[in-house]
């Protein structure tokens, strides 16, 4: 082989430092402009000497060069010695050729930067932001439910690394969130499964890190990757707590150790068959729930109350002028949801509130409301009552749903399954109080549900069918709902109706089936992400809520609590549950079960507000049955 000659590596070295990008460009382009602007000068001075005295000699020449070099208009005014003008000529033409390339270059660099800003790959500079690493539909409502708790925020951050277009995300997140207040919305384009990918939104400075799952056939394996991700990264002193959910129940405990300590992961499938099962018994529970964990609603605060330190749980309920007292959390970690009202309060205890925002928590100055006693009833006590129940259609979940079930209602019982095919409870565990039947049924044909004899069921739970896309089993799901409906009306209202759902879109189309309540599983686990992303403690609340050990939240007739058609307050409410010992969180209006956005849920009301509550009222308690 040849050896390199001395011009090889000249041009070697050219091309290498032409190969630097538009820096290097510019560079050559000042390096030739001032060879130009000297040459011209020089030569000036040698062959026009008489002129160049005029002009100020060698330094006048050189800026008046430069001049011409920079703007061929100034020539225009030149008068001296043809070899003057020449000279002035040569730098305007080289002039010419030099900016033309400059402003090419230029702008050829702006271009390639704007596309590089574009493609997302720049590292973010932030500080206590919420990071989201994946994209699925979750993303619209997690954010949304950001934007609204940052509303009181100052400055907020929210950082979303993902697998996408920077500016497809952009652009999806403002046609479907709109507004986003206060909040600035941050897009980069990279794999969160990437240890370098992940430096682009800044995981060690952040306030937060969910992971969300991607709409795949095996989400969960992703999530336990990424969370394995965040794990193999070198964190500082400070590190940002994570949250996320896996849909299997199998995968729970993988996920939890891939984790670590500083990561919450929550079972989807665990928090969807409950709350199906639980609605089924307390019809509007799913909206109970979706208000609770909606940031636009009235949510769950964890605050110090050093001036209730030594008042027992049962007159903090009413110490509060805006707020509801719901439990304590104890310096250990350790959460009492509607503990025994003699419960004292300790100085290092958290009061865990109901409100509507944190700044709008304050304790009253003086006496707390009268309590009109005349209204207040007494419940009758109701013995539990074998009950049947039919179960449309089936899915991974119901296996779960029947165990729970099984729990859940009085000995005797019977669950009939109706599906189109063949009979999967054959190979379920024995049950100890539920008697299990099948009936080989199309939940869509109004013959076949017919033939079910539905007026003899008290409950009715739909599921949805996973044999389709989510808009098709929900498309199903409506149709099932209106015949349910249809025939419900001709028999007399003799059943309740519990539905699940997909998307959160179609409820408000599902409203005209008039379902007593309808279970947006990814919708509650999106809410429910979010809420642990603001505070991460408050998973043990909600674990408590969904738990049948310990309180849960039910809602009972309103006749139990008040006389019905009776002028009352909710300070009289509060007063008549608490003698129960139950901790009283709203009402549900039976006018308005129908009508969104609340469907009659009106949770922490003014504690003097008029009320006035009918026998078909439900009363919204923490109660430990």
Request: with cysteine.
């Amino acid at each position: 082989m040849a050896r390199a000659t001395r011009r090889d590596r000249v041009r070697y070295w050219f091309d290498t430092t032409m190969a630097k990008g538009t820096p290097a460009l510019i560079g050559w382009l000042g390096l030739a402009s001032a060879a130009l602007v000297l040459v011209v000068a020089t030569a000036a001075v040698v062959l026009a000497p008489r002129d160049s005295r005029e002009h100020g000699h060698w330094p006048g020449m050189v800026w008046r060069s430069l001049l011409r070099t920079l703007d061929p208009g100034t020539m225009g005014g030149d008068s001296g010695g043809v070899a003057f003008l020449g000279l002035m000529l040569v730098a305007t033409v080289g002039g010419i050729f030099i900016v033309s390339a400059l402003i090419g270059v230029l702008t050829t660099g702006l271009e390639a930067k704007i596309t590089e800003l574009r493609k997302g790959r720049s590292r973010i500079v932030e500080h206590d932001h919420t990071v989201l690493l994946g994209w699925s539909e979750q993303v619209f409502t997690v954010v949304g439910e950001l934007v609204e708790a940052n509303q009181s925020e100052r400055r907020s951050c929210v950082a979303i690394l993902a697998d996408r277009d920077k500016v497809e995300m952009e652009d999806a997140l403002r046609a479907r969130v709109g507004d986003f207040g206060r909040t600035r919305i941050v897009c980069r384009t990279g794999n969160p499964l990437k240890v370098a990918d992940l430096e682009l939104v800044s995981p060690g400075t952040a306030r937060s890190i969910m992971v969300l799952a991607p709409e795949v056939a095996d989400a969960d394996t992703h999530v336990i990757k990424v969370l394995l991700s965040l794990g193999a990264r070198r964190w500082g002193r400070r590190r940002p707590h994570v949250v996320a959910a896996v849909h299997d129940s199998a995968n729970l405990p993988a996920a939890r150790l891939a984790g670590g300590s500083a990561a919450r992961v929550i079972d989807a499938d665990d928090i969807a068959i409950r709350l199906i099962v639980q609605s089924h018994r307390q019809s509007g529970l799913s909206q109970v729930c979706t208000d609770l964990l909606d940031f636009a609603g009235h949510e769950f605060y964890m605050r110090a109350e050093p001036a209730l330190a030594g008042t027992v749980f049962g007159a903090a309920l009413s110490a509060y002028d805006l707020g509801v007292p719901a439990g304590l959390r104890r310096r250990d970690g350790t959460v009492l949801l509607n503990p025994p009202m003699d419960t004292v309060i300790r100085a290092d205890d958290e009061v865990i509130v109901l409100a509507e925002d944190d700044l709008l928590i304050r304790l009253g100055g003086g006496a707390p409301p009268p309590v009109r006693e005349p209204v207040i009833t007494t419940a009758t006590p109701r013995d539990p009552a074998p009950e049947r129940t039919l179960l449309v259609g089936w899915n991974h979940r119901a296996p779960k749903i029947i165990e729970l079930l099984d729990d859940f209602v009085a000995a005797g019982s019977e669950l009939v399954v109706a599906a189109p095919r063949d009979d999967p409870t054959a190979d379920l565990a024995p049950c100890a109080n539920l008697k299990l039947g099948f009936r080989r049924a199309e939940p869509t044909e109004r013959p076949a549900l017919e033939a079910l004899d539905v007026g003899s069921y008290q409950h009715i739970i739909v599921l949805s069918d996973e044999d389709f896309d989510r808009e098709h089993a929900d498309a199903r799901t409506l149709v099932t709902l209106l015949h349910l409906r249809d025939m419900e009306d001709a028999l007399g209202d003799p059943y309740s109706i519990v539905s699940e759902i997909n998307d959160d879109a179609n409820r408000e189309v599902a409203q005209v089936t008039k379902a007593d309540d309808f279970v947006v599983s990814d919708k509650l686990i999106s809410l429910m992400l979010t809420q642990l992303s603001e505070n991460r403690h408050l998973y043990d609340v909600f674990a408590d809520l969904l738990d049948p050990a310990g309180s849960e939240i039910y809602l009972k007739p309103a006749g139990d609590y008040l006389a019905p058609g009776r002028p009352a307050d909710f300070a009289t409410l509060i007063e008549s549950a608490r003698r129960r010992g139950e901790v009283a969180l709203g009402y549900r209006l039976h006018d308005r079960f129908h009508e969104p956005p609340g469907y009659g849920v009106v949770l922490n009301p003014g504690k003097t507000v008029p009320l006035t509550l009918s026998a078909l009222d439900r009363v919204i308690v923490l109660a430990e049955n």
